[in-house]
């Protein structure tokens, strides 16, 4: 629908208002509206007060294509989650703003749904884009993305796993280790006849390798598994319990994340499955839900919001010229024991 005159007006008035009319109306230079619109963290709260003050009643639109082109900077970090639908991501990603937003960044987000391809199409567009820095899901990228990314000398940060020899940067935690815990935890409980469950994604399947060599070492023998192509469908969890129980009874299941776990354990309540009398569930990421079912899952917990603060902070000190003093930062992560188990 075609905009009516009066708005017509309007658009052109806020097209025709320029820096230095923000500047004059504030009461300060161009420089520092400028410093407003890019560094604001440069600037004392009653400044930067002033100067959007004068933005907000002139309506002022930057011309941030312009800006960048000037400054070669785009003040835009890309981020790239499996989904956005399992909130343990969306944590990570509330981190990441947290630490960029003061700085003057926005996050443009993309979202691969599990597919290395579809991860190798976002890092070219986002590239093309001339984004500041990069932030990637995982350390097992499609072939390319480690060249198009070092050959664009853009910053990237890769989260959520860990290895020697990152991109660039790395923020994140062991899986294989987390399983090889989980899996010492059931057994230093009494557990011997274990299970997993959990995604066809490569950072489950080495919590599942973690956990298999653990089991195998202390004695509990094969450990009986299915996988699911989506990793937090609660709703898939059910069916796969099912599979399991085709081949046997297991005393515990550790998931690969606790909308799996919860997915288990509402199953077990439908099927009068007592919990954990029958059997211990356990989860990973120690996401609102492991607290909030009954009985409460048992949980690694990982620190997603930290880990997305740590990721930002890392990107603004290589972009600001201060490389961190560790390029492989390991996280970490705690068993939060509860009744499940």
Request: overall charge positive; some cysteine.
């Amino acid at each position: 629908m075609a905009a009516d005159p009066p708005t017509r007006k309007r658009i052109a008035e806020t097209r025709s208002v320029r820096m230095v009319d923000v500047a004059r109306a504030a009461g300060v230079s161009s420089i520092t509206v400028s410093r407003a619109l890019n560094s604001p963290d440069k600037l004392s709260p009653a400044t930067l007060r002033k100067v959007r003050t004068a933005i907000d009643r002139l309506r002022y639109v930057p011309n941030l294509t312009a800006g960048s082109l000037a400054s070669n900077r785009s003040h835009t970090i890309a981020v790239i989650v499996p989904t956005i639908s399992n909130s343990i991501f969306s944590e990570t990603i509330d981190g990441l703003a947290r630490a960029l937003a003061p700085h003057g960044y926005q996050l443009l987000l993309g979202q691969t749904q599990y597919r290395l391809e579809e991860e190798a199409a976002l890092v070219q567009a986002f590239l093309g884009r001339r984004v500041d820095g990069l932030v990637l899901t995982g350390v097992r990228h499609a072939r390319g993305v480690r060249s198009s990314v070092m050959r664009a000398a853009t910053p990237v940060v890769e989260t959520w796993d860990l290895r020697d020899r990152p991109i660039n940067m790395l923020a994140g935690f062991s899986n294989v280790a987390a399983g090889r815990t989980a899996a010492r935890y059931l057994l230093d409980r009494g557990y011997r006849s274990l299970a997993f469950i959990g995604g066809e994604d490569d950072r489950s399947a080495k919590r599942l390798q973690g956990f298999r060599d653990q089991a195998l070492a202390g004695g509990a023998g094969a450990v009986a598994t299915a996988l699911l192509p989506s990793a937090s469908n609660p709703a898939e969890a059910g069916q796969a319990l099912s599979r399991i129980f085709a081949s046997g009874r297991p005393r515990a299941i550790f998931c690969s994340n606790d909308m799996l776990a919860a997915g288990v354990l509402f199953e077990c309540a439908r099927l009068r499955i007592g919990v954990p009398g029958e059997l211990a569930i356990m989860g990973f990421a120690d996401l609102p839900i492991a607290a909030s079912v009954e009985p409460r899952l048992t949980s690694i917990q990982v620190r997603a919001t930290g880990m997305g603060m740590l990721a930002g902070q890392m990107l603004l000190g290589e972009l600001r010229g201060e490389p961190p003093r560790e390029r492989v930062v390991d996280l970490g992560y705690a068993v939060v024991e509860r009744a499940s188990t």
